[in-house]
């Protein structure tokens, strides 16, 4: 049987053209879909008390893993969901077996579990440090009770404060995930939630807008008119603010949503934002291998059913004209603080940065939004305030725009 993922014939291009340009990937992202509970705000694939799918789900992922044509040596692994941590310890021991069956690692390899709070205990702890996990992405969203509310999370401030003690204890670097502009939310709440998170000392802070994605509660709520989105000045202001803040205690930012001490970025998501290749593998995950991107099928039942049955669960495959591929490897790479190296682009796109912008490069900088320096395109601190505006602007410029 031929193999359907990215190792096997299906997963390769039929064209030399754009090939010599990626290397083998170094990062891993495997997709656990399991949650205690949906939040109402979430549109990521997972499936909430179905415990009874994790065995078939990590047979599947089994044969999956399994697809591929040898061992691979990587750098990153990253373990997202879903909720990776409400998997028991001996389903996390069957993980590392899988994850191992394929994979070996480098000397200095990062290796990221997103958690759950309340999933922290001793076990899990242990079985994640025998999964060789050192990096823990702790889903806390809030540490205000009323929020974490608003939010439908089920955790509370202590719940964070235990799990980050027992975290340290272990040994794991510690990355936290904060939302703002939440329902209700005001600047000065925003403000001391920022301030909590910053006292529990985490080497890495990620702060995301919420946003109400499409088929979510939220969206629903929100164009029901029960609930109302923060106005856009009270978010840029929050987003601002946090930036400032987190200057001031030496989390430095290097994306656009994501802040970090010394030494601390967290390297699987750079390999993304540099265009790197990478497998991914479970329902809903997405790949870029061979400069082809396939998306498996979002349905976690789906995607059992096909890789039990032996057929390739890719549900989306592209493989990107040159142009487009350079067009979006920019967009992507301008959420980096530092900004796109020309050089580097040029050498592995074939493409200028300034061939790819055309006539929008200056655009943005007359509007004070890009600025180049020392061989680097970067988007200034009102840039970064639109960057969603303007990634969707390169990658829809017409290749037929003049120059």
């Given amino acids: 049987m031929p193999s359907p993922t990215p190792g096997g014939d299906e997963g390769k291009s039929q064209s030399s053209t754009f090939r010599p340009q990626f290397s083998l990937p170094k990062s891993v992202y495997i997709h656990i879909p399991f949650c205690r509970h949906r939040c109402g705000y979430c549109n990521f694939t997972l499936v909430a008390g179905r415990d009874y799918l994790i065995d078939r789900f990590l047979n599947a992922l089994e044969i999956e893993i399994g697809w591929l044509d040898k061992n691979y040596l990587i750098d990153t692994l990253f373990l997202g969901g879903g909720t990776p941590s409400h998997l028991n310890p001996q389903q996390l021991g069957r993980l590392a077996k899988i994850i191992n069956s394929r994979f070996n690692w480098s000397s200095n390899a990062e290796i990221t579990a997103e958690c759950n ?4 205990d001793s076990d899990r702890l242990h079985a994640l440090k025998d999964l060789r996990v050192n990096r823990i992405s702790l889903g806390v969203q809030s540490l205000n009770k009323a929020k974490l509310k608003r939010l439908e999370r ?3 401030e202590t719940d ?8 340290k204890n272990c040994g794991f670097d510690v990355s936290l995930d904060m939302i703002f502009a939440a329902p209700q939310e005001t600047l000065v709440q925003w403000k001391t939630d920022l301030n909590q998170a910053i006292s529990l000392e985490p080497d890495h802070l990620s702060t995301y807008e919420l946003t109400y994605e499409k088929g979510t509660q939220f969206w629903n709520r929100l164009n029901q008119g029960t609930l109302r989105e923060a106005e856009e000045d009270l978010r840029a202001e929050m987003y601002s603010h946090t930036i400032d803040r987190l200057q001031q205690v030496d989390m430095n930012q290097y994306e656009v949503s994501s802040f970090s001490k010394t030494d601390k970025n967290c390297r699987h998501n750079l390999a993304y934002w540099q265009g790197d290749p990478f497998f991914a593998f479970g329902p809903g995950a997405a790949r870029f291998v061979d400069g082809i991107r ?9 995607y059992l059913n096909l890789v039990h049955s032996g057929e390739s669960p890719v549900a989306d495959r592209e493989h990107l004209p040159p142009e487009a591929a350079a067009r979006e490897r920019l967009a992507i790479g301008l959420r980096m603080i530092k900004g796109v190296d020309e050089v580097q682009f040029l050498k592995r796109t074939s493409h200028s940065v300034k061939s790819i912008l055309r006539g929008l490069e200056q655009r943005l900088m007359d509007n004070q939004l890009l600025e180049h320096e020392d061989g680097h395109f970067r988007l200034t601190n009102r840039g970064i305030m639109l960057c969603d505006w303007i990634a969707g602007e390169i990658v829809n410029l017409s290749s037929k725009e003049p120059t």
């Fill in 117 to 120: 709070p309340n999933d922290l």
């Fill in 154 to 156: 089920d955790h509370c």
């Fill in 160 to 167: 964070v404060r235990r799990a980050i003690s027992h975290i």
């Fill in 294 to 302: 396939e998306t498996n099928h979002r349905s976690t039942t789906h």
